[in-house]
């Protein structure tokens, strides 16, 4: 019996042998098979986190998001509400708070000095005037217990409604501080 050959051309036929030939060989590629995988997955991760983040969320960590998350919820300011040095002017009152409603007659409010604006209110007179202020009407949040005391809201509204023509008093200060000087 002769051995037959492949007819020319045609591929030999594939040996048995393996390229791993000692048993050094098969310690190596057992080690890379683990290896290997595991430092490419070490390094993408390295890859992906290392990034500048630009999403939504990214800052969670920096310096200014953290001190946000970390300050005070609420605050306590203790002041005398009838000290001269907190007693503020009708127009200083309207300056801070009125003014961004009133001097554009915004959200239907009269308008500062427009007299048409404000008769029918003034002939309900002082007294529904400063209930309203403190207390809200219509569009206008309440003013009672805010920044300003009760008696820095009268003296705003008798300022506003004596542009628009009233001819109110100035209300008389608080019995604690009637001593203190205006």
């Known amino acids: 019996m002769s051995e037959a050959h492949p007819p020319a051309g045609a591929p030999a036929e594939a040996s ?6 000692t048993p050094g060989q098969l310690v190596a590629t057992v080690i890379a098979a683990f290896v290997v995988p595991i430092v ?11 990034g ?16 946000q998350r970390l300050q005070r919820v609420g605050s306590i300011e203790l002041r005398d509400a009838s000290s001269p040095a907190t007693q503020r002017t009708g ?8 003014s961004a409603c009133h001097g554009s007659g915004a ?3 009269p308008k500062f000095g427009d007299e048409a604006a404000w008769a029918p209110r003034v002939k309900t007179g002082y007294d529904a005037l400063l209930h ?12 009672s217990g805010g920044d300003f005391s009760d008696y820095e809201i009268a ?3 008798v300022y506003m409604a004596d542009k628009g023509g009233a001819k109110f008093e100035e209300p008389k200060p608080p ?5 203190a000087p205006q």
Request: hydrophobic share 40%; charged share 15%.
């Open 16 to 21: 048995n042998e393996g390229f791993i030939r």
């Open 40 to 50: 490419v997955i070490v390094l993408l991760t390295q890859y992906i986190t290392s």
């Open 52 to 67: 500048t983040r630009t999403g939504a969320g990214s800052d969670g960590m920096s310096e200014e998001a953290v001190a």
């Open 91 to 98: 127009e200083q009152v309207y300056t801070a708070v009125c």
């Open 107 to 109: 959200a239907g409010s």
């Open 132 to 143: 309203s202020a403190l207390n809200g009407k219509g569009a206008m949040p309440k003013q």
């Open 155 to 157: 003296r705003a509204v």
């Open 175 to 179: 019995a604690d501080a009637a001593s």
